[in-house]
């Protein structure tokens, strides 16, 4: 992997914009206002000395003897090793000097050395009042115009794995899996949403089709939350890999990963999701929000089997203008206006192609791999309109 990759400021954040519900029902009781996250300000920064360790793929037994080999030889002490990983990748994070970096990246047991990087999601511009209802308000259950555009079904029994800031496990509207449920932010058992935007994924996936709030596409589908991001949208490359590399570990073939995030570029991030899809799991990406080209971004930027890069449509069919693009990209659909659940119990419009991908999500854990297309997207600004996704 090129060095300078190891350089490159990780810039990663919840992909989904909002603004105000002018449109919903008159009729409809607006018991509280929120603030949604909106496209954050780049405030990631690489920390200085920190760094994430993978190793290439050995037996279980030689995993920990491979490791304190290399603590014994580079003379790195256990108090300066962060976390360790196993799963589909074997690893840790350390604070290193930059000879025992130098040696790690020419060892042949070593796969990929990158430095960390953290980011604080920043609203830089004026947020925007949001409409929810709080969890007493019978509200009527309406179908959001994405989820009726792409169609839906019963999604009870199919797994989505969704990598994000956790989701409310009380929901009325969500079904979350409490066991399989995990925070990856060192410290914090928490996986409930304090942010608010994994909700609002898992809501589009597999809101119940019950009598109240909204219908997802695959509803009621088996909502698993690996919570990365905290209530103040913090986070780090640390915790995306980890709770993907926990995803494949526990993960079967068949069961769809959401990743409505971006980071830069990021080779070990772009092999793990690679490790992924060919077990037969198929992970669902955001291209993200920058009206750029995604080949600079990962995970967006991955060509493979299984992966599904996702752009944002209006419900005109036209790219929004916002969203990214590129030859990565396999569909677009419904991100602009959605109607989703939203912490506290309550629901919220949103923008943007983290409202997007978990569309492309919800008809995957439907068909099991398959799906259509219903004419292309217009405005598409690389020249190769996208397919407009179908269930």
């Known amino acids: 992997m090129r060095s300078t990759n190891f350089k490159k ?4 954040f919840a992909l989904a914009s909002v603004f105000s519900m002018a449109g919903c029902q008159k009729d409809e009781l607006l018991e509280e206002t929120a603030t949604a996250p909106t496209p954050p300000a780049a405030a990631s920064k690489v920390v200085e000395g920190k760094y994430i360790v993978v190793m290439k793929n050995g037996t279980a037994a030689s995993k920990q003897e491979l490791r304190n080999r290399l603590f014994s030889r580079l003379g790195i002490n256990q108090d300066r090793v962060g976390e360790v990983f196993d799963g589909a990748s074997n690893g840790f994070t350390g604070n290193l000097s930059k000879d025992q970096v130098q040696q790690l990246r020419q060892d042949e047991n070593i796969a990929y050395v990158e430095q960390e990087q953290t980011v604080q999601l920043e609203n830089a511009v004026a947020t925007l009042s949001a409409e929810t209802t709080t969890s007493t308000t019978a509200t ?3 179908i959001p115009w994405g989820v009726a555009r792409v169609g839906y079904g019963d999604g009870t029994g199919k797994t989505v794995w969704v990598i994000d800031s956790g989701v409310q496990s009380t929901h009325p509207d969500l079904n979350v899996d409490k066991t399989r449920s995990k925070s990856f932010i060192s410290g914090v058992t928490s996986w409930e ?7 609002a994924v898992a809501g589009i996936i597999g809101a119940k089709n019950n009598t109240t709030g909204v219908v997802g596409v695959a509803a009621n589908a088996t909502i698993v939350a690996l919570r990365v991001f905290d209530n103040t949208g913090y986070g780090t490359l640390t915790r995306i890999y980890s709770a993907l590399n926990h995803a494949y570990t526990y993960g079967k073939a068949g069961d769809v990963v959401n990743m409505s995030l971006r980071v830069a570029a990021s080779t070990m991030l772009d092999d793990l999701v690679k490790k992924v899809a060919a077990k037969g799991m198929f992970v669902v990406v955001a291209s993200g929000n920058s009206s ?3 080949k600079v971004d990962s995970p967006a930027r991955v060509v493979a089997t299984n992966v599904y890069v996702v752009s944002n449509m209006d419900s005109y069919g036209k790219f ?3 969203s990214n ?11 602009t206006n959605i109607k989703t659940t939203w912490k506290g119990s309550g629901y919220v419009n949103g923008n943007g192609t983290s409202y997007a991908a978990p569309h492309v999500a919800g008809i995957l854990a ?3 791999g ?3 297309s219903q004419g292309l997207v217009t405005n598409d600004p690389d020249g190769k309109p996208d397919p407009i996704a179908l269930r």
């Open 370 to 372: 398959r799906v259509n």
């Open 140 to 142: 009527t259950q309406s």
């Open 292 to 294: 750029i080209d995604c």
């Open 9 to 12: 400021a990780v810039s990663f």
């Open 193 to 199: 949403d304090g942010y608010g935007h994994g909700t």
């Open 325 to 335: 693009f590129g030859a990565s990209v396999k569909y677009a659909a419904p991100g």
């Open 366 to 368: 439907l068909t099991g």
């Open 320 to 322: 929004n203008p916002s």
